[in-house]
């Protein structure tokens, strides 16, 4: 019987679901069908395949092709499928052994000269294949990208031929491994760039240390955005597991993943008229957007209120779920969204309300309004709000020189902080679960009492009351004591700015 099976891989937002590739000939009409949900890629590689095997003087068999990609039900896109299809009718046809083919796992893009050209999304193939006995065969082009994962058998081929010529055991094809060529290290933007605004860079060190949101609110040209670019300066590198899964997100997306970005902090700033597709991803097939593509690492908004509020809406789930579920009526795609949020904004339309440079023109009715474009629901998620001042020129001139603190400094007791806490409860701060406050919380009765007063005074949610609670803790972390006291809780009030304006009476 002329059927062969070969063993390919489709690509479902960073999984990677196994897809058996069934070549059947038959006799008839002379042609080619591809079955199984194919995209328009897919169905065109019947063309592609065709020339790449007589460019290569192999035999195309003139007879009824059937080609099923298994299963039916899953949508195949892409050209991945170019490679095991080409195997898959030479195998059928008996010009390749089909008993190694259960061995070997294959993607790949066919040239007509059989040349194999790079796809996207070849980790979370290799990431498949580590659960099981069977070697990878990818284009070269994307073997640095598979040596990214030392556990796993991948070999790199350049051609058509040279895939066979292996099956064939006429030669060997090279696992691949990571080249010598040393990583992109940017200069990052050191926070000692930043002159005065000690408040502010408190803020930024303790949203690091527990990975809380924050949002900067001040008046033009206070530091707010500079501020912000130094937030991954102090955070701690990612480790193994972190960039692994980071490298898979950004290796489905359009932009690919580059090697030499390996274990580079992702710092995203999508501009304010980013679309909610843009933000948290989408299209046919799905593709991450901007909060996936900052996954372990920082989304920063600047000018946050000029976003168009449904865009903001979206941010709501994956702030606490740490992941995005894209869904359409024929599928659903899940995407990883652990980042840590930054924004910034005015305080009101002309940007200089409380400024002590310049004169707010703006009515209370136009502040208030300008600041309802933020939802509540979604302020209620940002754990520090805290205002940015103006410095004057007397100020500037008379700040020491060459005496503000290093991201080193501080990167130093950030990294310390987050220690402790996957010491004590294996996540941050800012992750802890209401019922795990209890266990990980342990308030002195001053603290108690402080909090309960600002609760009655300042007329604050469950939510605001736990994030105070989960700040204080990162506070006191930073400090290196075990019990949150009244000063920590008490500082902890100081970045609820919002908080506290709205309850003024």
């Avoid at 930073?478 to 500082?491: A, F, N, P, Q």
């Amino acid at each position: 019987m002329s059927l062969a099976i070969v063993y390919s891989r489709a690509s479902a937002g960073i999984a990677a679901p196994l897809v058996t590739v069934e070549v059947h000939l038959s006799n008839g009409m002379a042609g080619l069908n591809i079955v199984g949900l194919p995209e328009t890629a897919v169905r065109e590689s019947k063309d592609r395949v065709r020339s790449a095997l007589m460019h290569t003087h192999f035999e195309f068999p003139i007879r009824r092709i059937t080609i099923n990609l298994a299963p039916a039900d899953l949508p195949k896109e892409g050209a991945r499928f170019d490679l095991p299809i080409a195997l898959g009718i030479l195998a059928a046809s008996g010009q390749l052994p089909r008993n190694v083919l259960a061995q070997y796992e294959f993607a790949g893009e066919l040239a007509l000269s059989g040349e194999l050209r790079p796809i996207h999304g070849v980790l979370p193939l290799v990431l498949g294949i580590k659960q099981t006995d069977r070697q990878l065969i990818i284009p070269e082009q994307n073997a640095q990208e598979a040596a990214l994962v030392n556990s796993a058998q991948v070999l790199a081929a350049k051609h058509l031929l040279e895939v066979c010529a292996h099956l064939q055991g006429q030669t060997h094809l090279q696992k691949c491994t990571l080249s010598n060529t040393p990583l992109c290290v940017a200069n990052e933007p050191d926070l000692s760039d930043v002159k005065g605004q000690p408040h502010a860079k408190r803020a930024l060190e303790i949203a690091a240390a527990g990975r809380h949101s924050l949002l900067y609110i001040g008046p033009p040209g206070t530091g707010k955005t500079m501020l912000a670019s130094r937030l991954p300066s102090i955070l701690p590198a990612l480790n193994e597991d972190e960039a692994l899964e980071l490298a898979a997100v950004l290796s489905v997306s359009h932009q690919g993943f580059d090697p030499q970005q390996w274990k580079k902090l992702p710092f995203r700033a999508p501009h304010h008229s980013s679309s909610s597709v843009a933000l948290v991803g989408g299209g046919r097939p799905p593709r991450p957007g901007e909060i996936s593509l900052a996954h372990h690492g920082v989304l920063f908004l600047d000018e946050l209120p000029e976003f168009n509020r449904h865009v903001l809406e979206c941010l709501r789930e994956p702030l606490e779920s740490g992941h995005i579920t894209i869904s359409r009526a024929a599928f659903q795609t899940l995407f990883p969204a652990h980042f840590q949020f930054l924004a910034a904004m005015n305080p009101c339309p002309c940007g200089f309300a409380g400024s002590n440079v310049e004169l707010c023109q703006c009515s209370p009715e136009q502040i208030k309004r300008y600041v309802s474009k933020i939802s509540g629901p979604l302020l209620s998620r940002i754990d520090m709000q805290v205002h940015v001042i103006n410095l004057t020129a007397d100020v500037l001139a008379n700040l020491p020189i060459r005496q503000e603190e290093k991201s080193e400094y501080v990167k130093m007791r950030v990294s310390k902080a987050r220690e402790v806490q996957y010491q004590r409860q294996k996540k941050y701060n800012s992750a802890l679960l209401t019922a795990e406050l209890e266990d990980h919380i342990h308030l002195n009765a001053p603290a108690q009492k402080l909090l309960a007063q600002m609760m009655t005074r300042f007329n604050l949610s469950a939510r605001a009351y736990h994030r105070v609670m989960k700040l204080a803790r990162t506070i006191a972390d930073l400090e290196g004591v075990d019990h949150v006291d009244e000063s920590h809780i008490g500082e902890a009030f100081q970045y609820r700015c919002l908080d506290r304006s709205k309850n003024r009476n």
